[in-house]
């Protein structure tokens, strides 16, 4: 299995989700305000109730919470990293948002193929 397969894979079963991730930039003492962004990810994902293995109270996770599972490519094709808790994740509808909590990268062989995510409804 490579990333491209499972990038494949979701694109079938899944949907194009928007991951955003505010960072705060260097800051500058002279105008005493620093330099925010947003960096902004489109991926193929597939959100799924919670997975049984993940347990409550376990990094943050509380009933309710849903899975994400996101690809390791980005549809450009370019690796993505593993995303940030903090992150909001936008569905392909646009409208429905949710949190990223937590999240770990499936690398059977030392190859990132997967990013299994834990995601709140937000709002």
Do not use: F, W
Not at 62 to 74: P, R, S
Request: hydrophobic fraction near 35%; proline fraction near 5%; glycine fraction near 10%.
């Amino acid at each position: 299995v490579t990333p491209a397969r499972v990038a494949s894979l979701l694109e079938r079963n899944g949907q194009s989700v928007t991951i955003a991730r505010k960072t705060t930039g260097a800051y500058n003492p002279a105008t005493g305000t620093g330099t925010d962004s947003t960096v902004t990810k489109t991926v193929k994902a597939a959100l799924l109730p919670l997975a049984y293995t993940r347990k409550t109270g376990e990094n943050g996770v509380v009933a309710g919470d849903e899975t994400l599972l996101v690809a390791t490519l980005d549809t450009s094709g370019a690796a993505l990293a593993q995303p940030k808790p903090g992150s909001v994740v936008t569905l392909a509808d646009g409208s429905t948002k949710y949190t990223l909590v937590a999240a770990e990268t499936i690398r059977p062989d030392g190859t990132d193929l997967l990013h299994d995510c834990v995601v709140r409804r937000a709002g």
